[in-house]
């Protein structure tokens, strides 16, 4: 974005500002996202889904007496926003009083959005036709494979964009960002034995992407390795997570750790602050400020600078993440998690160890590879959780067969505390991440 348009953007946010504070706002919160986005869909050699698009988007929050109301607003004309403002400061004052409400106390510290890299002008010149051309050869790679009998389609997606935040407290702030990922899903085997899989590569920056032929080959590996599966007697075994698998534990940590959770009672979590909930292994760390990495910005939702938070340190839980709602309720600080109303993450991951996958693989004597799971099945509120799933059973300390009708259960608390090695794999293709990781034992349902 060139500096006059981003300057008309801020000049536009803290204008907003100044005319909700006019109308008898006493705080006042404007958001703008200025970009476009690009995505295609092929499947068998075919464009299925083609989208280009450019979008602008204000969004506020205006707070009076603890009252809060919100408006938003593709049209950024002066009327038009003058008219919601109004509108907004009236809804407020029909509004349930929450002592709670309010825009956090500004810090003085600041992030200079230069140092994080979250902005790639290489994906922003790049030509579509060259977008498609990667999504076509992804699938191409893989179908050239025999043994895939289907394709689920690939993908090539792009988003450019500018935030601008304005707040009464006096703080203006944006910053450009970039994101690109290319994708592609296979089926192999025919009838009753067929096997389903995807993989996926994502960056802030083009030319940090895997290419179609890593990508097309890893997606086949991954679908043609579950063929043929067998069926396994219910016993309790160790347990390794893949990634993709470790992710979705990850996340499932971040739901019990969130603020808003903890003071709505709704995490299992909520009265371990400075207890131990895991064994010496685990570390989980929230950081904002990880340059190049999907989930950096240099200030969160509510104008708060971004941060590393170490939420889980050695198994001790230090930290709950909160934006200035759930931080006031709990009587702690935000943490620069603040998102609109929410609380999100930022780089939010398991700390990897020093081990390679393949090592612990041939540290297992007898036990499962989780390599994909199906259904919800997780609640907070226990820790509990039990899944659908698919897997590669491991003999002497190797892959012997792969495995599916299974289920996976536990609960969250007792897989943290029997966390046995991590490994060195943590791949930061999501904003929630973990390495491959073992658990000592986990109950796997089968026959």
């Not at 140092?115 to 977008?131: H, I, N, S, W």
């Not at 989780?370 to 919800?376: D, Q």
């Not at 820790?383 to 698919?390: E, I, L, N, V, Y």
Request: include cysteine; aromatic fraction near 6%; charge should be negative.
């Amino acid at each position: 974005m060139t500096d006059a348009r981003r300057s008309a953007l801020e000049s536009l946010a803290a204008d907003v500002v100044r005319q909700g504070l006019a109308g008898g706002a006493e705080e006042v919160e404007v958001t703008i996202s200025d970009g476009r986005e690009f995505g295609v869909d092929v499947r068998l050699g075919e464009i299925e889904n083609l989208v280009e698009a450019a979008a602008r988007h204000l969004e506020f929050r205006v707070i009076k007496d603890g009252r809060t109301a919100f408006g938003s607003t593709s049209d950024l004309s002066p009327e038009t926003v003058k008219r919601l403002l109004r509108n907004a400061v009236r809804r407020a004052e029909l509004a349930s009083r929450d002592e709670f409400a309010g825009l956090p106390e500004p810090t003085g510290n600041q992030v200079d959005p230069a140092a994080l890299r979250l902005f790639d002008p290489g994906l922003a010149g790049l030509d579509p036709r060259r977008k498609i051309a990667l999504a076509l050869e992804t699938e191409r790679v893989a179908l050239a494979d025999k043994r895939i009998t289907n394709s689920h389609g690939a993908g090539f997606a792009s988003s450019e964009g500018t935030t601008v935040l304005a707040t009464s407290r006096g703080f203006v702030g944006s910053y450009d960002q970039t994101f690109c990922s290319l994708s592609v899903g296979l089926q192999a085997g025919e009838t009753d034995d067929k096997a389903e899989d995807y993989w996926y590569t994502a960056s802030r920056f083009f030319e940090e992407l895997e290419s179609p032929e890593t990508v097309g080959r890893r997606a086949v590996e991954r679908t043609v390795r579950q063929l043929n599966p067998r069926k396994i007697k219910t016993q309790t075994v160790p347990v390794i997570f893949e990634p993709d698998m470790s992710a979705w534990l990850v996340g499932f940590i971040f739901a019990c750790v969130s603020g808003t959770a903890v003071y709505q009672k709704s995490t299992f979590l909520a009265d371990r602050l400075g207890k131990r909930i895991g064994n010496g292994k685990v570390t989980v760390i929230d950081d904002g400020l990880m340059p190049g990495k999907l989930g950096s910005r240099p200030f969160d939702g509510e104008a708060l600078a971004g941060r590393r938070t170490e939420v889980v340190a050695g198994g001790l839980l230090r930290s709950f993440l909160c934006n200035a709602y759930a931080a006031r309720k709990l009587g702690l600080e935000p943490t620069g998690n603040g998102d609109g109303t929410g609380v999100s993450p930022n780089n939010f991951y398991l700390s990897p160890g020093d081990r390679t996958p393949q090592e612990i693989i041939a540290s297992t004597r007898q036990g499962l590879i989780l390599t994909r799971t199906i259904g919800h099945g997780l609640n907070p509120v226990t820790g509990d959780f039990s899944r659908g799933a698919f897997g590669l059973w491991i003999e002497g300390g190797e892959v012997a067969y792969p495995v599916a009708e299974i289920t996976i259960s536990g609960n969250l608390g007792t897989v943290l505390m029997s966390v046995e090695e991590l490994a060195n794999d943590l791949d930061f293709r999501s904003p929630v991440c973990g390495p491959t990781l073992k658990v000592s034992a986990l109950t796997v349902a089968g026959e």
